[in-house]
């Protein structure tokens, strides 16, 4: 169970190495915890990685290190999930598309 309770309002909430930790039920759980932390002109920011991570095999199987690649679809349906308006988020990619980034502005 989350216990995490924002007092106060950011600009900028950025989690990168975190949500793709959480099953879905946790990632919305906390990104609607995150929704009442970001001012009303400010933006969420969440890395995950992407299913397209060339690693991911290595990772898993010499590493133990089990995570949760999504797609862009799915980040987009939790942050519509976790009530955000689907006009107010977007997912980008760095160049090598192996990190994915869910935007949310409120």
Known sequence: MLRFRPVEQFDLIWASGLF???TDTTFRSLLRRLFSA???DGEIVIGNFSENNPSRAYMEVMGEWR???RNAQTLQRLA???GAQL???SVGAE???VNLFLHIRP
Request: glycine share 6%; proline share 6%.
């Open 38 to 40: 970001v001012a009303s």
């Open 95 to 97: 160049p090598e598309g």
């Open 67 to 69: 995570l949760h690649h």
């Open 87 to 89: 006009d107010s988020v």
């Open 80 to 82: 519509s999930e976790a």
């Open 20 to 22: 793709d930790y959480f």
